[in-house]
């Protein structure tokens, strides 16, 4: 079974940064693609940012020029970093994996990230 772990969440004040990191149990040769989804509370959830095996990314456009996901295979992690904070990114922040083999979908625990002056 893959497990996803996400750490990195806190509370920040708007304008600033923070960055997430979710470390997966997979290798990334059986990844097709990992990504961060958020939902705010009365919200659903939605998706923040992805990248494939390949290298492509895709963001949500209330987060693109600001947000940047990354990956190091290596260490089995991808990364969101998070600039120029809003309160509206309050959310918890789930980590996705989509396996190569069935496209079968990981979830991890999810990390707040609060938003506050």
């Known amino acids: 079974q893959v497990q996803l772990v996400e750490s990195g969440g806190g509370l920040v004040q708007p304008g600033g940064s923070l960055t997430l990191s979710c470390t997966t149990s997979?290798?990334?040769?059986?990844?097709?693609?990992m990504g961060w989804y958020r939902q705010a509370p009365g919200k659903e959830r939605e998706l923040v940012a992805e990248?494939?095996?390949?290298?492509?990314?895709n963001y949500a456009e209330s987060v693109k020029g600001r947000f940047t996901i990354s990956r190091d295979n290596a260490k089995n992690t991808v990364y969101l970093l998070m600039n120029s904070l809003k309160p509206e990114d309050t959310a918890v922040y789930y980590c996705?994996?989509?396996?190569?083999?069935?496209?079968?979908?990981?979830w991890g625990q999810g990390t707040q990230v609060t938003v506050s002056s």
């Open positions: 996705n994996a989509r396996m190569r083999l069935g496209m079968l979908n990981y």
């Open positions: 997979g290798s990334m040769f059986s990844i097709y693609a």
């Open positions: 990248i494939s095996s390949a290298g492509s990314t």
